[in-house]
């Protein structure tokens, strides 16, 4: 049995958070690389976060991850903000460092580019013109990734036009926002749809949006992994574009996440994607 002050641990705050992947992932990690460790699920209200995040070192903890409500929460607490997260306006990853001391950083950008190249290797930002359909916390992160990245047109649609123009207007970067009612028109010659919105996921309305005027060899990614296959990937699948659901963007931010803590970046593997699927598939 290890030693107990060589038992490392980690977690995901949120609330909810019950129904994270999360645990399942790192804890196949960490038992993949034979660290003595535990990865769990941390239900925290907003109101308790910042005593949350600030008992983390005492209790042995080398950091967590954060889901929704706390990502932009997060900013006001921890000691040092990375400039990528900074950038983002939220940080989805908290790292407890040497002196006790608390960095946030975000790897949802990271996640999605990484889950977009597994699928295509070939894969180019500047391709042509990406159609981003929300405006929240996650259409924040794909666009400033897609920018980073080289990206020469966005077109950014949202059903509330003034939270596309002010995230817009805060992104050094060539978005153009559009009104939801052209999101049909949008697509006209684009090589990249994203939907960052809730639409589609399990217990939400399905995107309404027609591919018509989507060219063939444009890419179709939905961040939504619960269902794996949203109504926008099926319709996407029949008329013979490439795919990519959001499990891969789940699975490679928390690469470099398990690297902060554990010291060894780990990677994606068919098993482990495998057993991700299952348990979307078959929820206990």
Request: charged share 20%; with cysteine.
């Amino acid at each position: 049995m290890s030693h107990p002050d060589h038992h490392h641990l980690a977690g995901v705050m949120g609330w909810p958070v019950m129904h994270s992947r999360s645990p399942l992932l790192h804890n196949y990690w960490l038992k993949q690389h034979h660290i003595s460790g535990l990865y769990v699920p941390l239900p925290i209200a907003p109101q308790a976060l910042g005593a949350a995040l600030r008992a983390m070192p005492a209790l042995g903890f080398r950091g967590c991850n954060l889901t929704i409500p706390h990502k932009v929460l997060a900013l006001d607490i921890v000691d040092y903000i990375d400039p990528m997260a900074k950038r983002m306006g939220a940080a989805n990853c908290i790292v407890v460092r040497e002196d006790g001391s608390l960095a946030g950083f975000n790897h949802d950008g990271f996640g999605f580019i990484e889950s977009l190249r597994e699928a295509k290797p070939d894969w180019r930002a500047d391709a042509g013109p990406i159609v981003v359909l929300g405006a929240g916390g996650a259409a924040r992160a794909v666009v400033q990734s897609l920018v980073d990245r080289g990206t020469r047109e966005i077109r950014l649609l949202n059903r509330t036009l003034a939270r596309a123009q002010t995230l817009a207007q805060s992104l050094d970067g060539p978005v153009e926002v559009l009104d939801w009612d052209m999101r049909d028109a949008a697509l006209d010659g684009a090589a990249m749809l994203v939907n960052t919105t809730s639409q589609g996921m399990s217990g939400q309305h399905e995107l309404d949006i027609s591919l018509q005027r989507l060219p063939a060899h444009a890419v179709v990614a939905d961040i939504v992994y619960i269902p794996l296959e949203t109504h926008l990937l099926q319709m996407a699948r029949e008329r013979g574009h490439l795919t990519v659901n959001g499990l891969g963007m789940l699975l490679h931010q928390a690469r470099p996440a398990f690297h902060a803590w554990f010291g060894i970046l780990p990677q994606v593997t068919p098993q482990l994607r495998a057993l991700l699927e299952q348990s979307i598939r078959e929820p206990h």
